[in-house]
């Protein structure tokens, strides 16, 4: 089975959130599986400084816009993932981000940028690709960023090869001007409904849903929710036409990468069964945060963009009863400019309480997940989210909305639960102000006054099988599914 896998970022070359780290560790389980998978991904400047054995395999050419670029082909230094590149100084090699500039200016050319890795993706699986010697079997795109690969597929190359599309995140879809069109060489009678049109614009997520033969999401819940209006983004009517045919797959964690046990940004280490490092994991990040160093005080942590999605806003009414309830927070985040300002404004009032870290900061958000006693997550929609999981897995119990991937990890704290060694968080009962001051309230609860019943919970999230291992395997059943259909 070859599996070419497209991703506009992958740990540990470049990330922005979650997709990476999906896309730096699902290959690598599918590979422990026999899957023989390669990457292809834009060649940003970190990807061709950070690939080892980087070399030319082939020309492109016939391109949109570009014309030619060139295909290089490196490996990931640790895990020996097989990475394609697409090599073109001038849509890739700029400072910057992989969807914007320095200031969070989208690029004008993303549609470009994104088209040519759709196209070359599809190139790679047709007839007339340069690479002679690796034909894939499957196109698994992700997100809005390869959604044109599946149209480029079945229309233009007509590829013997099927596609994938794993959805990520509905709330991003790359829609842009009908004029895009003819610049990416895209037939226009596709233009329509049924094809790649969407309210008179080019939509990027809704050509990879038409066109894909098979699409999944990353969480079961979530695989529902999209079909409905409050999560679908305008785009439940067409997902819901194929709901059957949907699959959910949670992600699962890099165990290499998130492990308490052996995370290098901790200066001590800790497990399920040794938990005692994890007070000077706490005692540190009290320390590097200006926060006092206090033991007992309950240590609220987030590690998280500061969008909507995420519902933090919901977090800045109740901070002054939490703060009142002995409570300290930890934040590191970076996102909306208005949210950014009003933590950095109940830091400077709460010295030593609260500690708000506005930036990206790997290093940070590993000892944020370990320090913390409780990891806050209240989104109003979460795909999958791969924070909780972090948390679970750090003995830092998740404090959750009920929403896609929260509502398929974590297992609300009540009496049966905590009896039968299930319970492994807290969750919310609506997505308020009010049900997060409680369900965080409850947690403290225990927290508290019960230290048994809080190690139990923390050691029921610690002691799951969180890996990418029975996730692979699912993926794995539904390539097999599309090379050899029932
Ligand atoms: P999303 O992809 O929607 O942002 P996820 O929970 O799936 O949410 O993944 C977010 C990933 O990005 C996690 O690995 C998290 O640790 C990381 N992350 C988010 N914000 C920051 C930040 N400010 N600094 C470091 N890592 C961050
Ligand atoms: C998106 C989602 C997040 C998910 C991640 C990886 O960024 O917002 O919930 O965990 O993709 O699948």
């Known amino acids: ?3 070419l896998f497209v991703s506009s970022e992958v740990f540990p070359l470049i990330k922005t959130g979650g997709l990476a780290d999906v896309s730096g560790s699902l290959p690598i389980a599918l590979q422990r599986l026999g899957v023989d998978v390669r990457l292809l991904m834009p060649g940003y400047p970190a990807v061709l400084n950070k690939l080892t054995d980087l070399h030319e395999i082939a020309v492109l ?52 940028r994104f088209g040519i890795l759709s196209k070359v993706a ?30 480029y597929m079945k229309l233009v190359e007509q590829s013997p090869a099927k596609s994938m ?108 069964e040794k938990l005692a490092g994890k007070k000077l994991v706490k005692r540190a990040l009290q320390e590097r945060l200006g926060l006092h160093i206090d033991a007992d005080a309950p240590l609220l942590g987030i590690v998280s963009r500061l969008t909507h999605q995420k519902g933090l806003d919901m977090l800045v009414p109740i901070m002054q009863d939490l703060i009142d309830a002995g409570c300290q927070l930890a934040l590191l985040g970076n996102g909306d400019t208005q949210l950014e300002n009003a933590f950095r404004h109940i830091a400077i009032n709460n010295l030593g309480r609260v500690s708000v870290t506005i930036g990206y900061n790997e290093p940070l958000s590993h000892q944020v997940m370990a320090g913390c006693d409780m990891f806050i997550m209240p989104s109003r929609f979460e795909p999958c989210g791969l924070n909780q999981l972090y948390g ?19 297992i609300d704290t009540n009496i049966i639960t905590y009896k039968n060694k299930t319970a492994n968080g807290f969750v919310m009962s ?17 927290f508290k006054n019960d230290a048994a019943a809080w190690r139990q919970i923390q050691k029921n999230g610690m002691l799951q099988n969180l890996s990418w291992d029975k996730s692979a395997l699912e993926y794995l059943a539904e390539y097999e599914k599309l090379v050899k259909p029932i």
């Not at 890739?92 to 500039?101: H, K």
């Not at 060489?185 to 939509?203: C, I, K, M």
């Open 165 to 272: 599309i794993s959805l990520h995140n509905m709330a991003f879809q790359g829609c842009y001007a009908p004029t895009w069109l003819s610049t990416l060489a895209l037939p226009r009678t596709n233009f329509t409904l049924e094809g790649f049109e969407y309210h008179g614009q080019l939509s990027f997520l809704k050509a990879g849903i038409f066109y894909a033969d098979a699409i999944t999401t990353v969480s079961p819940s979530y695989a529902k929710e999209i079909q409905t209006p409050a999560f679908g983004f305008g785009l439940e009517g067409l997902l819901s036409k194929r709901g059957d045919e949907i699959k959910g797959i949670l992600n699962g964690i890099e165990t290499d990468e998130w492990n308490p046990a052996t995370d290098e940004y901790l200066i001590a280490k800790y497990s399920a």
């Open 122 to 151: 599809a190139i790679l699986s047709g007839a007339n690709s340069p690479v002679k010697n690796w034909q894939p079997d499957i196109v698994h795109c992700n997100d809005w960023q390869t959604g044109l690969a599946p149209a």
């Open 430 to 446: 609506e997505a308020s102000s009010a049900s997060l001051l409680h369900c965080i309230k409850q947690a403290l609860n225990i």
């Open 61 to 112: 050419e016939n391109l949109p816009v570009i014309n030619t670029a060139t295909l290089l082909m490196g490996v990931i230094k640790d895990t020996q993932v097989k990475v394609m590149v697409i090599q073109s100084a001038s849509l890739y090699e700029r400072d910057g981000g992989p969807y914007a500039d320095a200031n969070g200016m989208e690029w004008l050319d993303n549609p470009v």
């Open 392 to 410: 679970l897995a750090y003995g830092t119990p998740p404090i959750v909305n009920a929403t896609g991937g929260l509502a398929d990890s974590v």
């Open 1 to 3: 089975m070859k599996v």
